[in-house]
Every structure is written in C-alpha cells, then in structure tokens.
C-alpha cells in the first residue's frame, strides 16, 4: 500500500538528516597530553599483553606484543633515569621482577625527546626491528627536561603461568610442565630442591622470608625470580654501591650488608681462606677439590664465586640470584676468604665459603 502523501515530507526529512554533520564524543589525543604510565609495581609474575593506558602510544604500538608487565618495570626505570644519566644492571634487573615480569630481558634502550614532541626517529627503528615474537615493554615518560622513551624486549621461551611475588607462610605455588626443563628453587634458609618439569612442581613455602626459583632449558635461563613469604617485597633494590674503599674492603662491606638483610652475622674471618682466595687471583686457580684438600674443609660444604664484572656491586649481584649460592650466603655459620682486583674489565672477586656446623 503506498501513502503518496506522507513521501515529501520523509523525503525531506532523511535528506535533512544526511546533509547534517556527524556527531561524535570520540576525544582527540596529542602527544602534547601527559603521558599515562602502567604500574610499576604488581602483585603477582605474569606475562600480560594489553594496550598502554596512555592513549597515543596505544595507536603507536597497535599490532606489536606490548607487554604490561614489561613496560611497567619500563615506568620504574623511565621514573628511576628522573633522577640519574643511568641505571646499572642489578636496578634494572629490581624493576623487572618489581613490575611483574619474571623472564630475562635482552635489551634496554632510552630515547629523549622534547616535551609533547611525537617519539624519536630511533623509537620507530627499535619497534620496525623488535622480533616479532618479542614482548615489548614501551613507555614514555615525563619530567622537567622532557620525554623520556624507554623500550625493553624480552622473547621468553617458556611460560611459567602466574606466579605469586608474596605468599603468606604455609601456602605453595606451583611451577607448570615444560618441555626440556629443569627447576631449582632456594628457600630462604638456603635449602634447596632440584628436578625436571616432567611434570608440575608444587612447593610449600614453609620459611619466612626471600625464596628464589631458577627454570633453565638447555639454552639458559627461562625464568628466574624471587619470592616473599610472610614480608613485604623490597621497594628498592638489595644491592647498592659499597663505601668508597679498595675493592677487597667494598667486597666484605656489601657482603655484610647482604648478609644483614637476612638477618644473619657477617661471615667470620679466617687467614687461611683468605690466603686461598688470594691465590686465586693468580693465572692459575685451584679446582673445588684443590681447595677444599688444602683448606682440610669438605667439598659438599664449600662454595667458591669468581666473578669478573665492571663494579663490585654488579659481581655480587651476579652470586646472589643464584639458587645454587644460597646454602652459602644463607648459612647461619659461616667462614669466608675475599680477595678482588681492579682490572681493565672493571674489578675481579673471589670469594671462598666454607659453611656448616665444622665443614668437615
């Protein structure tokens, strides 16, 4: 049925309708606005691929594997280069497991731009070569000389799930299947535990205090991170630039400090171990066994670390994040032999531990 004369009137109104201009609340964002930053801390270690909060660099890295977790420990080194031309490897390193993000990372990189300036030309090259099954951590950041770009890639080979960053004492965790690896986990007395991931692992955390688990696969680490059972998880990193001094004085003065924060006595002193470790500086070191012959101590009980490294700092933070270091470093009773020397490298640290009720 037609209705003639009602089709002028729709006619004109639909015309009147096209011919008006499209409404929309869709806000316009610039580089200009304040930057919009992910946590830099988070509750728990977990991949988490999003979008940033910060609306034009959510348009800048659309189609990329923008990692949550990665780029908030990019805002806690973009707020950290606030206050420093750079941060060394061990900070790094703090806010990567602060921010969530329990995988090794490849590389770091910093751009600086002009305040609400789009990102630097080398900003746009990182993302065009970042591998396509990377994570990517990306931030940018805000402070009074400008904007600052941080970018961090990571091409984690195995998925250790969701893992806790606190646990209460007497709750576990467990560490998923994965094809090819092996697990060590370090509690905060020191003990350890030890197998493949045949199969799921499931651990009580049955001391308080810093536990540390290690997944490798036979190409290297695929996870490592620290967890807190019944304490708050530190803020700022454990490690720190010892007193001025000669390197063997900053070694024993970090060491006490590490030390402290377990709620542990420095190492005693003892002639001997320090007389063996000054003979490791030389061309040619003495084997475990060697040592342990010569020091009348038993092997099983003895830990040695030879660390070449640019800081006395950055060798020790190579020692203590590792399970296998731990009944050493943790021991209630404890003798030690330091020794160090500046090379062109930086600075080279032995230090031998004999640890135990008598080691023998």
Aim: some cysteine; glycine content about 10%; charged content about 20%.
């Amino acid at each position: 049925m037609r209705f003639p004369s009602q089709l002028p009137g729709l006619t004109l109104a639909l015309l009147a309708f096209a011919g008006c201009p499209k409404k929309t609340d869709e806000p316009v964002y610039t580089w200009a606005d304040t930057p919009t930053l992910p946590s830099p801390s988070a509750g728990t270690y977990a991949r988490a691929p999003g979008l940033p909060p910060d609306p034009p660099l959510a348009t800048f890295v659309a189609g990329t594997r923008w990692d949550a977790s990665l780029s908030g420990a990019a805002a806690g080194i973009a707020l950290a280069l606030a206050n420093t031309p750079a941060l060394p490897n061990w900070q790094v390193r703090h806010e990567v497991w602060r921010a969530g993000y329990p995988y090794p990372v490849q590389t770091l990189s910093v751009w600086h731009g002009d305040t609400g300036a789009p990102p630097p030309a080398g900003v746009s090259e990182w993302l065009a070569k970042a591998p396509g099954s990377a994570d990517l951590g990306l931030v940018r950041a805000r402070n009074v000389n400008g904007d600052t770009w941080v970018g961090l890639v990571a091409t984690p080979r195995g998925n250790v799930g969701v893992q806790p960053r606190q646990l209460p004492l007497g709750a576990s965790f467990t560490l998923p299947p994965i094809d090819g690896a092996r697990f060590v986990v370090a509690d905060s007395v020191g003990d350890l535990k030890a197998g493949t991931l045949e199969l799921p692992q499931t651990f009580t955390v049955d001391h308080p205090g810093e536990w540390l688990v290690k997944v490798t696969d036979g190409t290297g680490v695929v996870a490592r991170f620290p967890l807190y059972v019944g304490i708050t998880p530190p803020t700022e990193p454990v490690v720190g630039e010892p007193v001025d001094g000669d390197a063997d004085l900053q070694v024993r003065d970090l060491i006490a400090h590490l030390r402290a924060v377990h709620d542990l006595p420095t190492f005693a002193d003892d002639l001997l171990f320090d007389a063996a470790a000054r003979r490791q500086l030389q061309s040619e070191p003495l084997t475990k066994d060697q040592l342990a012959s010569r020091l009348g101590w038993d092997t099983d009980a003895l830990s040695t670390w030879d660390v070449q490294a640019t800081s006395v700092a950055e060798a020790l933070d190579r020692v203590i994040w590792e399970p296998e270091s731990r009944p050493a470093l943790l021991s209630e009773v404890a003798v030690a032999g330091i020794a160090a020397e500046d090379t062109p490298r930086g600075v080279r640290v032995i230090v031998i531990v004999g640890f135990g009720d008598d080691g023998a």
